[in-house]
């Protein structure tokens, strides 16, 4: 895997700052470029630059395969299944996978407007950005599931312990319960420590074969299994709450028994989870929504030690998207490469040979699962 420096001002263009996580991905490995055949990304509002842009930065000698998919969170753990599954067909060998934008000097998707069916009407009453969406999905929840604003804390509150231990987070002060709750309201139920740290900067990880892999630099993250799972009527609006029925679950609950039954394992088989948090609701969907804990349970799950090093379940280990800053999800896979790996330095669970990663919110999005190579 590779990173760029995260921060709020990166002063380079979004070609460089690809050109550096994948490079460094190759190198991490310690693949020669020359054996790189294939790149693949994605990209919200034309954020980004294209794969090949990228390979021609690289001075990779010709591609197999590339793809640019436009859609954001929920792409990471998808891209990875389409790099895979080329590999495993033979369409390619070695495969770089990256996103990179500047999302704070540059366009900032969490502030941004976005065209869509509902437009005409979400804008003139004020219902205009992103996390006004996932708010109204998280309010609901709570009323349905009981939920509490204490919960929502648990997760920034944890997660922030592990950011202190992250070299790379964005954001590493210390956050309790009583300054949780003194930072600014921003849209009913957030508040500003539940939103996600939008950041300049750049992340990728390199797919290749198990066997390729294994006479690489480090012991290889399988992927035992991978998932897309799209509920009824996506796509026609961003924030795809207009016409979705069920603001309580999200898309991990459609995708949990495939995903599982692939790897042939059950979510008692994990050891620790890496789940997209835009915001801190969607933490507490995906810990339900995989079966991690049962309807209703995720924030006293949370509560109860789940997140701490030495507890039953690590979650999002990096700081997570809220605290280590906002690459869409990329980085929630490069952290659960690095938690298998035994990589994870000071924030190192001790149990890593099963880890489940998560990306998206709402109706659509994926899931791996990653395990040592056992």
């Known amino acids: 895997m590779g990173y760029t420096e995260l921060s709020k001002k990166s002063g380079r263009s979004v070609l460089d700052l690809a050109t550096e996580a994948t490079r460094t991905a190759a190198a991490d490995a310690g693949l020669p470029l020359s054996e790189v055949d294939g790149v693949v990304s994605f990209s919200v509002l034309n954020d980004s630059v294209s794969s090949e842009a990228v390979a021609t930065a690289l001075a990779l000698p010709g591609l197999r395969y590339v793809m640019d998919f436009q859609q954001g969170g929920q792409s990471p753990c998808f891209m990875v299944q389409q790099a895979a599954m080329a590999v495993a067909q033979g369409y390619a060998e070695n495969v770089l996978v990256f996103r990179a934008l ?11 407007s976005f065209a869509g069916g509902g437009g005409q009407f979400r804008y003139p009453i004020g219902y205009s950005a992103y996390l006004m969406y996932i708010a109204m999905w998280a309010r609901r929840f709570m009323h349905e599931t009981g939920t509490t604003t204490e919960d929502l804390a648990a ?71 991978a998932a897309y799972r799209a509920g009824a009527k996506p796509g026609l609006d961003i924030g795809d709450q207009l016409l979705y ?25 994990v050891d620790f989870a890496e789940i997209y ?30 997140t701490a090093r030495e507890g039953r379940l690590p979650v999002n280990t990096n700081g997570g998207l809220l605290a280590e800053g906002y690459l869409h999800g990329m980085n929630t896979v490069a952290e659960a490469v690095l938690q298998v790996q035994g990589r994870g330095g000071d924030r190192q669970v001790p149990r890593h040979e099963v880890g489940v990663v998560t990306s998206g919110a709402l109706v659509d999005g994926s899931a791996l699962v990653l395990t040592t190579d056992r």
């Open 155 to 225: 997760v920034a509150i944890a997660q922030r312990e592990y950011a202190m231990r992250n070299e790379r987070a964005i954001v590493r002060k210390p956050l309790d319960l009583e300054s949780y709750l003194d930072s600014p309201m921003v849209a009913d139920p957030f508040r500003a420590a539940d939103c996600t740290s939008e950041v300049d900067g750049a992340c990728a990880v390199l797919v290749t074969s198990a066997e390729r892999a294994r006479d690489l630099r480090h012991p290889p993250a399988l992927i035992a299994s």
């Open 245 to 269: 029925e069920d603001y309580t679950h999200n898309f991990t609950s459609l995708l949990r028994d495939e995903l599982f039954g692939r790897a042939g394992i059950t979510p008692s088989d």
């Open 102 to 112: 500047n999302g704070r000097s540059g366009v900032r998707v969490g502030s941004t």
């Open 277 to 306: 948090d835009c915001f801190t609701s969607t933490v507490l969907f995906g810990l339900e929504g995989l079966g991690l804990c049962g309807r209703g349970e995720a924030g006293g799950f949370v509560r109860s030690g789940a």
